[in-house]
């Protein structure tokens, strides 16, 4: 089983509609989360950070914890072209003490007008 | 603010020839750095991590190193370079609130 898994995709969401992004991880003790996005060709970019159980909005974007089901999701209101990329899901694992991070092989999400 | 900066963007080498990467942070001290390789179409593969100066440590076997000769410089090597190499390069810093800021990657073709 792999450490962080994402539906590879590709996602299609008409524009203005809710994106929903999934991840489920499989070390019971993680204690961070993060999403990333990446564009084609570029570096990732860190969108969103969550710790606790339950919601935490910025923007568009709210990221969803739920620590019991091991599920940590993104979604992205009023979905943009802009938003076409891939979402990576990251997380800290609970045996690490240099601060590492596991990346999901991450979920392509297409925009279309 | 942060700023981490790598080079060269692209490079494309032979097989069997040397690599070296180069990787600096600015406005931060004592950064955890990070090398990372992303195949095309692939997640990203940490390859190296570093807490401190002379501290290296390494997650997968290959022909590759890593050096940090100063807090904010971290450099990845090869002495002979693999058609497998081929790849996204990127390093990233993290202050140890796990958090990690990506560079803006360099991306390598072995001919």
């Known amino acids: 089983q792999k450490e962080v898994e994402q539906n590879s995709g590709p996602l299609s969401v008409p524009e203005g509609a809710i994106a929903s992004l999934n991840c489920t991880y499989s070390?019971?003790?993680?204690?961070?989360f993060f999403w990333y996005r990446q564009y084609s060709g570029k570096s990732p970019e860190l969108i969103m950070s969550i710790y606790s159980n339950g919601d935490k909005e910025d923007g568009r974007f709210t990221a969803q914890l739920n620590k019991a089901s091991q599920y940590v999701s993104l979604l992205i209101r009023d979905s943009q072209p802009s938003d076409s990329a891939t979402y990576l899901c990251a997380v800290n694992p609970g045996y690490s003490s240099a601060s590492k991070i596991i990346f999901g092989s991450g979920t392509r999400l297409s925009i279309r007008p | 603010s942060q700023t981490i900066h790598q080079w060269p963007a692209t490079l494309v080498q032979p097989v069997g020839s040397p690599l070296s990467l180069e990787c600096t942070v600015e406005g931060t001290s004592n950064p955890n750095l990070y090398w990372y390789r992303q195949a095309a179409g692939r997640g990203l593969q940490l390859l190296f991590y570093?807490?401190?100066?002379?501290?290296i440590s390494s997650e997968v076997p290959q022909n590759l190193s890593a050096s940090r000769p100063q807090d904010r410089q971290f450099i990845l090597s090869s002495k002979k370079l693999l058609l497998s190499d081929s790849g996204f390069y990127l390093c990233?810093?993290?202050?140890?609130?796990?958090?990690?800021?990506f560079g803006p990657g360099t991306r390598l073709t072995v001919t």
């Open positions: 570093s807490v401190g100066i002379g501290q």
């Open positions: 990233a810093w993290s202050s140890g609130q796990y958090e990690q800021y």
């Open positions: 070390d019971r003790v993680s204690q961070s």
